[in-house]
């Protein structure tokens, strides 16, 4: 297993760093450890295109054909070298030695997968026979193909496997959205994404803030994305992931953003806790 020789951190999210077409190791700032990443887009390629996506190359399209087979070798051999090898100890800091979960993410949309669900039911079984079964799975998605039957499926295995979803929402309005995420949607149908991901597999909203051309979130601006959050249905979700800009944006829109401040962040996470949210911040 070839790997470059520093120690990985939190602002380093190279899918290179091991030779792997699939796997990739990083230090989750949010999971406060290692995650074991599952790349389903080599190829580059999503559906959305976010101004803060640190994707260089991104490309509209869906994932590719999967080899579930290389897939599947190189997720055992790596969890493998984590458990009995020496990854840990010589490209991990020492307070973060830790498998804290395996996470569908990587260079795209993973539910573009057309074989998502069983891909899915591959990375269980591989867990589970590491001995790794307390390791929550998660999916980080943009929710975009909920309503298809196969990325249902994988969310019912995710949920019976003690895994959970982060699905992004970062704003509330369909111009915000068309600004942030470079996609043209309805929000309520988006809300309603939301809500039927939530009843199929236990889901955390993931949302990103910033500034925009020196411009903090307006009161308008969260108050939007707070009825948006209130349209999916509050109760049904078990929080929000709120975070910053900790990595450099390889889109043209990088341009426009500017970091929010630990405080700002703060003050928008308490207006989602007044909601009864559970919200945890990562400036």
């Known amino acids: 297993m070839n790997t470059r020789q520093q120690m990985l951190t939190v602002t380093d999210h190279n899918r290179s760093y091991i030779d792997m077409t699939y796997v990739y190791p990083v230090v989750s700032r949010r999971a406060r450890g290692v995650s074991v990443g599952i790349n389903l887009n080599p190829n580059n390629a999503c559906n959305w295109?976010?101004?803060?996506?640190?994707?260089?190359?991104?490309?509209?399209?869906?994932?590719?054909?999967?080899?579930?087979?290389?897939?599947?070798?190189?997720?055992?051999?790596?969890?493998?070298e984590l458990i009995h090898g020496r990854f840990m100890a010589e490209h991990v800091p020492e307070d973060a030695r830790v498998i804290r979960?395996?996470?569908?993410?990587?260079?795209?949309?993973?539910?573009?997968?057309?074989?998502?669900?069983?891909?899915?039911?591959?990375?269980v079984e591989i867990r589970d026979a590491a001995g790794l079964g307390h390791v929550p799975i998660r999916l980080i998605t943009n929710g975009s193909q909920v309503d298809k039957a196969d990325v249902q499926a994988g969310l019912c295995l995710l949920a019976e496997a003690g895994g959970e979803v982060w699905f992004k929402l970062d704003a509330g309005t369909q111009a915000d959205i068309a600004r942030i995420n470079g996609v043209s949607i309805r929000p309520e149908s988006h809300a309603r994404r939301l809500a039927l991901c939530a009843s199929l597999c236990p889901t955390w909203v993931q949302t990103c803030m910033f500034r925009w051309d020196g411009e903090v979130p307006s009161e308008g601006f969260v108050g939007s994305y707070l009825t948006l959050l209130e349209q999916a249905g509050l109760a049904s979700l078990k929080g929000v992931l709120l975070y910053g800009l900790a990595r450099q944006s390889f889109q043209p829109e990088a341009i426009h953003l500017q970091q929010l401040s630990a405080d700002e962040l703060e003050a928008i996470a308490g207006r989602l806790r007044q909601k009864g949210l559970a919200v945890a911040v990562s400036p």
């Open 49 to 80: 295109h976010c101004a803060y996506c640190q994707v260089p190359g991104l490309v509209r399209g869906a994932a590719p054909v999967i080899d579930e087979a290389l897939l599947g070798r190189e997720l055992e051999g790596f969890l493998h």
């Open 101 to 123: 979960d395996i996470a569908f993410s990587g260079n795209g949309e993973p539910t573009g997968c057309a074989t998502f669900s069983r891909i899915v039911k591959l990375v």
